[in-house]
């Protein structure tokens, strides 16, 4: 089933479409890429630097998400609005990075390609759909 935010008829269309629910299992994926993409675009070719950058913001990605108010964490310590800021904040500094480095070629283009799509992600999750279960009571809207 897909978890997506209604849109009430009458009302404009809401960009917005992304529940915290799917945001999270999209910042798995994108940790999962930001781990493993550098090795299979051979990044330490162009820049050690640009190679261990992506992999260690993988590893920040997860320990954050992991510690986020979502349903895809295991404790509920950072506010999820606070996570999109952290997000969206790597999503331009990624598109920074290859400026201020003297990245090239694939280098410039994987974190452009990261740091657009970060960003867009962001852009396209909705904070106030968070609903949080509670198993045998019911729903809460936080």
């Known amino acids: 089933m897909l978890d997506v935010v209604p849109i009430k008829e009458g009302s404009r269309m809401n960009i917005r479409f992304l529940t915290p629910t799917i945001h999270g299992f999209l910042d798995y994926i994108a940790a999962f890429v930001l781990l493993i993409a550098p090795t299979i675009l051979k990044l330490e070719q162009v820049s050690a630097f640009a190679y261990w950058l992506s992999v260690i913001v993988g590893g920040l990605l997860i320990l954050y998400s992991l510690f986020t108010d979502y349903e895809a964490s295991i404790v509920k310590a950072i506010p999820f609005k606070v996570h999109l800021a952290f997000d969206f904040s790597a999503g331009i500094v990624f598109v920074i990075w ?15 390609v990261m740091g657009i799509g970060i960003m867009l992600v962001v852009a396209v999750t909705d904070p106030e759909s968070h609903v949080t279960h509670h198993h045998g009571h019911g729903h809460g809207v936080t």
């Open 98 to 112: 290859p400026l201020l480095f003297g990245f090239s070629g694939i280098a410039t283009l994987y974190y452009l």
